[in-house]
């Protein structure tokens, strides 16, 4: 059984359907090719977080769930909008209490790197909230203990200034940020190389990876 715990977690993302997931890796890869990594880097973002203590577990698709969806997690349909509007309809959904949301583009993600915000004293500070910094100027999650819709919606998405806007969103409100460590996200053939790199070796996107870019022209 998946560990309990008091967060709720979401994991916002896409159905992997090719030519509508990942194709800033295109080329080298083919349109099915980086399909396949968006289905392996969600497969094990999924499984990693079924071993993250955890009050509940949502998807919140964009899309139909397929094969890759492992036991133990409530799927939700993604709400309309940009992706401020989308990541806040998800923190409404939630019935209360601290709730972390995570992406599909992080597939080194282990419960080690979520442990500051999921284990006992996660939670421990009234108006407490967690930000994990992408490289690239976003965030790979967002921890709230009070899931409120309005701490996201309207902040600018898909920039390079992006999780600072963010942080200087939840410090305006007064909330305590606890920062989890920086990750890279998959966006790029570079990213997908370094990410792999980072990622458990016997995970899905790290041996499909492999396989992968053993097959592309040089």
């Known amino acids: 059984m998946p560990p309990h715990g008091p967060t709720t977690l979401l994991v916002i993302a896409k159905e992997p359907v090719p030519g509508r997931v990942k194709t800033r890796l295109t080329p080298p890869f083919t349109p099915h090719e980086a399909a396949r990594l968006a289905e392996a880097a969600l497969a094990d973002t999924l499984n990693a977080l079924l071993r993250v203590p ?3 577990r949502v998807l919140v698709l964009d899309g139909r769930p397929g094969a890759w969806l492992p036991d133990g997690y409530d799927v939700l349909p993604q709400a309309g909008g ?3 509007a989308r990541i806040a309809a998800a923190f409404a959904s939630c019935p209360g209490g601290p709730a ?3 992406g599909m583009d992080t597939p080194q993600l282990t419960p080690e790197l979520l ?4 284990g006992p004293e996660g939670w421990s500070a009234p ?7 992408a490289a690239d100027g976003g965030f790979w999650a967002l921890g709230l203990a009070e899931p409120d819709p309005e701490l996201v919606r309207g902040v600018p998405m898909s920039t390079p200034h992006t999780g600072a806007a963010q942080r200087w969103r939840l410090l305006r409100a007064g909330l305590a940020v606890g920062e989890l460590p920086v990750l890279r996200d998959v966006d790029t053939a570079e990213d997908a190389a370094e990410v792999a790199r980072q990622a458990p070796p016997d995970g899905r996107f790290a041996t499909l990876h492999a396989r992968l870019w053993g097959a592309v022209p040089r």
């Open 100 to 102: 972390l949301l995570v």
């Open 54 to 56: 955890a009050r509940q």
């Open 82 to 84: 940009g992706l401020d």
């Open 115 to 118: 442990a500051p915000a999921t």
């Open 127 to 133: 108006g407490r909230a967690w930000l994990g910094p």
